[in-house]
């Protein structure tokens, strides 16, 4: 929601400087470039599994139960804890780029009836060309082609069918993530590390 409303009022945190975007987006390129030709190829195949999901924190026990260093925080729709069974499915081993998206969006022949999806919130036009929204204002597009595309629900369901595929389900992702390292730089984008999307 941020992102979204980026540009339009919403301003950075205090005390944060914006960061060098052009110097970063190099080392972005580096990365992506060494990873596209990995040998997992497009997909990797999670075998059947069981997954645990969710959290036992029921808001009605906060006043009631002390906090302590053992409590997990989870939302309300997280809650309870519970397991899954996921039979075997094939997933792409990173999530849809800015530019993945775009040339989708941008092309005609693809962008029309039952395939057509939206321009993501997440950009906005300036000057007549697309910018990638960020809290520090509008960027360049190619300066984040490479962050996972931030769009609705609906239109990442249009372009993952266009793809043969679909959006991975809570336990799919769950079973993804307990097996492989996610982040392309190696590290998870939590804990505000970063107030703007990393590849």
């Known amino acids: ?6 540009g339009t009022g919403t301003i950075p945190p205090p005390k944060f400087i914006r960061p ?3 110097a970063l987006s190099k080392g972005w390129e ?14 990797v195949t999670i075998e059947p599994t069981i997954v645990t999901i969710g959290h036992d ?5 906060d006043d009631a139960v002390p906090f302590h260093p053992a409590h997990e925080f989870g939302w309300d729709n997280e809650n309870p804890r519970r397991t899954l069974k996921t039979p075997q499915f094939k997933i792409s081993w990173r999530p849809v780029t800015n530019a ?14 039952g395939g057509k999806v939206s321009m993501p919130a997440s950009w906005t036009e300036v000057d007549g060309k697309i ?3 960020t809290l520090y204002g509008p960027i360049d597009f190619n300066l984040a082609k490479y962050w996972p595309v931030q ?7 249009i372009y993952a069918k266009s793809k043969g595929g679909r959006i991975p389900t809570i336990a799919e992702l769950a079973a993804f993530t ?13 804990g505000f590390k970063n107030w703007h999307p990393i590849p």
């Open 151 to 157: 769009a609705t629900y609906d239109d990442l369901s």
């Open 100 to 113: 993945e998206y775009y040339a989708h969006w941008s092309d005609p022949a693809k962008n029309q009836g």
């Open 1 to 6: 929601m941020l992102i979204q409303r980026a």
């Open 30 to 43: 580096e990365q992506y470039a060494a990873i596209s030709s990995h040998s997992l190829g497009e997909t």
């Open 57 to 61: 924190d029921l808001e009605a026990d």
């Open 178 to 190: 307990e097996r492989y390292e996610t982040g392309l730089t190696g590290q998870a984008n939590v």
């Open 20 to 22: 060098q975007f052009e």
């Open 131 to 133: 910018h990638v929204r």
